[in-house]
C-alpha cells in the first residue's frame, strides 16, 4: 500500500499570509494526486487534481506542485474562510490512500 | 451542477446490516468511476470501496472486503453500498463519491454500529 505522509500536522498563521504544506508518498504515483478542502461537519471539497489543476470553481489562490514523491499545497493571502483542514489523496493504484491532513488555524 | 444525495444511515447493532445509496445527478452517470469514501468521528478521511463505470471492476480497503459490496445502477444514476456483519469500528459518516480522485463527494450519511 502506498502512505501518504502530509506535514505539518497543523499550523498557525496570519490573514494575508501565503503558506505552504507537503504531501509525500511512500512510492512514485506520478501526478496522480488531489487536495481537499473539509470544514468541520462538511464534506470534503476537492481543491486541486492531478497534482497541480485547479479544480472549477476553485479561487486561484490555490496552487499545487509535484510529480513523483513529493508534493505542495500553496494558498496565497490566506483569509480566514480557509480554516480548514486539508488533505492529500493518491490514486496512483489501489488502496487508494489519505494523508493524515494539515489542520490550518488563522491566528 | 453536480449532485450526490447519500441516504441510509442510521443506527445498527454489531453484526447487523444496512444498505447505503447514493443517487447522481448533473453528469453522465454511467462513465464514471464511482466510489465510498468514510471518516470516523474525529479522525481522518479513508476509502472504502470503488466501482468501475460498468460494474464489472470493484475495489475495496482491506477492512472491509468480505462484508461491503459496492453496486450501481447505472439506468438509475445510483451507487449502493451492503454494508454486512458490522462492527464498531465502521462508526463514521460514510461520503459517495465521482470518480478514484473523488472530484465531487455528497454531504454523507452517518452510520452508528452500537448496542
Not at chain 1, 17 to 23: G, H, L, M, P
Not at chain 1, 29 to 38: C, D, P
Not at chain 1, 70 to 77: G, K, Q, V
Not at chain 2, 81 to 86: A, E
Request: hydrophobic fraction near 30%.
Amino acid at each position: 500500500d502506498i502512505q501518504m505522509t502530509q506535514s505539518p500536522s497543523s499550523l498557525s498563521a496570519s490573514v494575508g499570509d501565503r503558506v505552504t504544506f507537503t504531501c509525500r508518498a511512500s512510492q512514485g504515483i506520478s501526478n496522480s494526486l488531489v487536495w481537499f478542502q473539509q470544514k468541520p461537519g462538511k464534506a470534503p471539497k476537492s481543491l486541486i487534481y492531478r497534482a497541480s489543476t485547479l479544480q472549477s470553481g476553485v479561487p486561484s489562490k490555490f496552487s499545487g506542485s509535484g510529480s513523483g514523491t513529493d508534493f505542495t499545497l500553496t494558498i496565497n493571502s490566506l483569509q480566514p474562510e480557509d480554516s480548514a483542514t486539508y488533505y492529500c489523496q493518491q490514486y496512483n493504484s489501489y488502496p487508494l490512500t489519505f494523508g493524515g491532513g494539515t489542520r490550518v488555524e488563522i491566528k | 451542477e453536480v449532485q450526490l444525495v447519500e441516504s441510509g444511515g442510521g443506527l445498527v447493532q454489531p453484526g447487523g446490516s444496512l444498505r447505503l445509496s447514493c443517487g447522481a445527478s448533473g453528469f453522465t452517470f454511467s462513465s464514471h468511476w464511482m466510489s465510498w469514501v468514510r471518516q470516523a468521528p474525529g479522525r481522518g478521511l479513508e476509502w472504502v470501496a470503488s466501482v468501475s463505470e460498468d460494474g464489472s471492476q470493484k475495489h475495496y480497503v482491506d477492512s472491509v472486503r468480505g462484508r461491503f459490496t459496492i453496486s450501481r445502477d447505472n439506468a438509475k444514476n445510483s451507487v449502493h453500498l451492503q454494508m454486512d456483519s458490522l462492527r464498531a469500528e465502521d462508526t463514521a459518516a460514510y461520503y459517495c463519491a465521482r470518480g478514484q480522485a473523488h472530484e465531487y463527494c455528497g454531504q454523507g450519511t452517518l452510520v452508528t454500529v452500537s448496542s
